[in-house]
């Protein structure tokens, strides 16, 4: 269930809009338990808790819920297995002729289950795509294979898995098959040896080969690429390759270990298919990442969650970033990617609109766009809705604070966003305000209480005034540790 100043007085309670007056009074029953102030001493459980209250005493009353019906604004049309909602920064747009900014926080769960139609657990096609050059000798290639053997012994008859390994060359390890012998998986993940160099686009087209051999809507298709070293030559026929596996409905995931990958590369093709780049910084943690992303695949509901955007000649979109169930900057283009939408959570993605003018018309259209999944387990898995962005406009609006939901959320964001503009600004050569970026980043992170992190910025800080650049171990363990910090702060406000 989605929760916060909202909209959608159904999504404050976690319903559809066809729910019942029984079905209204036990959600509300369940979500004034967990936000009632008595119980629950989060600074934000008073506002959440008069939502709530809000929306059941419109809701619970046939006249008030018919009117409330009829006001119901159309960008929020709901597909019948989601719930939708748009939380804005701004109530009403102000009349002028400078540009202004909009942020909107589109929050995106799925349908209560109460009758448990839908599977816990659908079928897998899996691809582990794994770097075996010669970097990976060693503790990086036996946690690796280790991690791999007990994903085998996880698997159901029904699973497809497959296993390619990729340095110069490619080799099908695993050729995709389903209700397999498991102790000759394993014996075939043992024989699995390291040499040549790193040419990603091999591994990933041998991947993606035999993740189509078995491609259905109804089963998880994902490649999960693991690699520690950077390719050369063949990144934009890895990106093209991951624009085609985006449409045919495989994810790509990416983990990369240690220092020496190119971090920017990985996002980019991860992100293109709604995926998640990950940084395994020791051996030790490629287990864990592992492990935790086979887990999150198989506890998917929705898969392939993407919006299609048409915005008018006066307004643009800058900046969109998943804030969860995975942290994830989204790639701006015709269709955005979301990735898949997990069993138990929401997903929420905070949009940066530039309104550039505001003509004379009562209402602003911000964004037009069909809002697109996969629901493997429906009879017809393909699923479409119309979603718009919209706000009233006015010469002098009542001044009304953000949602404190947005605004949260917002500050989280801002400390990545931080290291992002300092890492172009040293691109560009703008030392000094690159220098500005970081200690500001390093002033809020002691703020919060990240004391290590902010230890490490102000150790970069020594570094870039001597060499006029970031060191790659830092520079990752800034990025990834400012984008751990963006789930923190949302991932307990988009749960029931």
Known sequence: MVTGY????????????????????????????????????????????????????????????????????????????????????????TRIDRPQLLYVLLSIASAPDPNHTIPTRLPLNICLVLDTSNSMSGTRLNAVKDTATQIIHSLRPEDILSVVAFNDR????????????????????????????????????????????????????????????????????????AHDASNQGVTIHTIGIGHEWNDDFLDSLAATTGG??????????????????????ENTVATNVSLEIKTPVNVELRYAFRMNPETSSIIIGDTLAFGDLPKDKGMNILMEFLIKSVDNHQEIRVLDGTLNFLLPSAPIPNVSS???????????????????????????LSLYRLQEMARNDLKAGNLNQATRRLKNLATQLLHSGENQLAQTVMLELDHIKENHDMREDFQKQIKYGTRALVLEDTKEESQP
């Open 6 to 93: 909202l909209d959608n007085f159904y999504a404050r309670l976690g319903i559809p809009h066809t729910a019942t007056q029984e079905e209204i009074r036990h959600a509300y029953h369940i979500a004034a338990r967990k936000f009632h102030p008595d119980s629950n001493k989060e600074n934000s459980a008073v506002e959440v808790f008069l939502q709530i209250q809000e929306a059941y005493d419109t809701l619970s009353n046939a006249t008030a819920r018919a009117a409330y019906d009829s006001r119901l604004p159309k960008d929020l049309s709901t597909p019948k297995n989601m719930l939708v909602n748009a939380i804005y920064s701004r109530q009403t747009l």
């Open 170 to 241: 490619a080799d099908v390890i695993i050729p995709a098959t389903r209700n397999q012998n498991l102790n000759m998986l394993t014996a075939k993940v043992s024989t699995i040896h390291t040499g040549g160099g790193t040419e990603i686009f091999k591994g990933l087209e041998t991947g993606y080969q035999e993740i189509k051999k078995k491609l259905k809507p109804r089963y998880k298709n994902h490649i999960i690429l693991i690699t520690d070293g950077r390719t050369y030559g063949d990144e934009d026929l890895c990106l093209r390759l």
């Open 276 to 297: 998640n780049s990950e940084f395994a910084e020791t051996s030790d943690a490629i287990e864990k990442f592992l492990k935790k992303r086979f887990g999150q695949i």
């Open 386 to 412: 119309r979603l718009t962005f919209s706000r009233p406009v006015s010469e002098n609006p009542k001044p009304i604070p953000p949602p404190q939901i947005l605004v949260r959320a917002m500050s989280r």
